[in-house]
């Protein structure tokens, strides 16, 4: 957990050293302090340092930052950031993760969240699913809890409707004033139980998708005549296998040539250097993919490049998560994205040789 909040944490401070914006459309804010109170009537994506929101969102709400206090309704929450304070909120399904939790007075119906300390004070419909080092509950739960923790406090006004779910190894503490229908310990073993593995799951994917955001966001903000050489790549279905192929002979002979100049005095840096830079692109090569998908798909209905970035990474990383679908998608956006790099290096150097 802290490993991955450094991380995120880093990431976010990278985004701090440069120019911040706040876009012209309010469903997308970004600055070093964010206190949004409008109403938003879409789905909308917030990072900063500290955040305060209070705004009615008529959608999905993504969250990302340091300090963060919200306040907010929305259809389904997503947070990731250092301490997180949710109070008042009203949403379906919040999927939380941090390192310091504190949710009170507020309504949600299924809530997922990970952090070293959570503390929840508030109304949870259905089921709640939380995962840190140390918990404490004191609202009311009308259907399970599972938890996996190694510090419980279940408060004196706790009501639990459903069976509260635990490791039969964690210190617990259950006071006679709270009100519980089923306690059901649980041996913790290697092979977590599948809600664990759920939890760990969206919380990695809530980090590497934040994550991959803030780096989309960065460099659409520092490197637009990029871009705008995806954007005019052809999108006919032939170019865009001519580039796929490309980017799948740069996979494959790239390691080969970097082993092969490693064997020799005089190439090893080149060949370190060259497979730095090549692990660097694969990880950053579903950010062009994003973005000439989404200039392809929603140009007409998205007008602001952050939104349309955003909403299409999204859209890839959901599609990623579909057992089997998945990692192929996983791999024809790598090498689709490594022959969006390659062409538009080759086109560069080309420009610079004939000018030169």
């Known amino acids: 957990m802290k490993k991955k909040l ?32 409008e109403k938003i009537d879409n789905t909308s994506f917030v990072v900063g340092n500290l955040i305060k929101m209070s705004s009615e969102v008529d959608g999905i709400n993504f969250v990302a930052g340091n ?68 918990i404490t509950i004191n609202g009311k739960i009308d259907g399970d809890v599972y938890i996996a923790a190694e510090k419980i406090n279940i408060g004196e006004e706790a009501v639990i409707n459903g069976t509260l779910k635990y490791p039969s190894n964690a210190k617990i503490n259950i006071p006679n004033t709270a009100h519980i229908e089923k306690v059901k310990p649980y041996k913790p073993s290697s092979t977590s139980s599948k809600k664990s593995i759920i939890i760990s799951t969206i919380t990695e994917k809530t980090y590497s998708f934040l994550s991959m955001a ?15 050489k995806v954007e005019k790549l052809p999108s006919k279905i032939e170019e865009v296998l001519k580039q796929s192929l490309i980017g799948l002979l740069v996979l494959i002979l790239i390691p080969i040539i970097s082993l092969i100049l490693i064997c020799t005095i005089i190439g090893i840096p080149i060949s370190i250097i060259s497979l730095l830079i090549y ?78």
């Open 279 to 356: 692990g660097i692109l694969i990880y950053l090569s579903i950010i062009p993919v994003a973005y000439f998908i989404g200039k392809n798909l929603f140009k007409d209905k998205i007008k602001n490049d952050y939104s349309l970035l955003l909403i299409t990474l999204l859209l890839i990383y959901l599609i990623r998560l579909i057992p089997v679908i998945g990692p192929i998608i996983t791999f024809i956006t790598i090498i689709f994205g490594l022959g969006i790099y390659f062409n538009i290096i080759k086109s560069e150097l080309s420009t610079k040789k004939s000018n030169n």
């Open 214 to 228: 803030i780096i989309g966001i960065i460099l659409l903000s520092i490197a637009k005549p990029f871009f705008k």
């Open 6 to 37: 450094s991380i995120f944490l880093l990431v976010l401070i990278t985004i701090l050293t440069i120019p911040t914006f706040v876009s012209a459309e309010n469903n997308l804010l970004v600055n070093e302090n964010v206190n949004s109170r």
């Open 67 to 134: 300090d963060i206090s919200l306040s907010s309704k929305q259809d389904h929450l997503f947070v990731a950031g250092n301490v997180i304070n949710l109070e008042n909120i009203e949403t379906k399904e919040a999927f939380i993760a941090g390192s310091t939790i504190n949710i009170t007075s507020s309504t949600i119906r299924n809530l997922y969240a990970a952090a070293e300390t959570i503390k929840l004070n508030s109304d949870i419909s259905k089921n709640a699913n939380l995962a840190g080092d140390k």
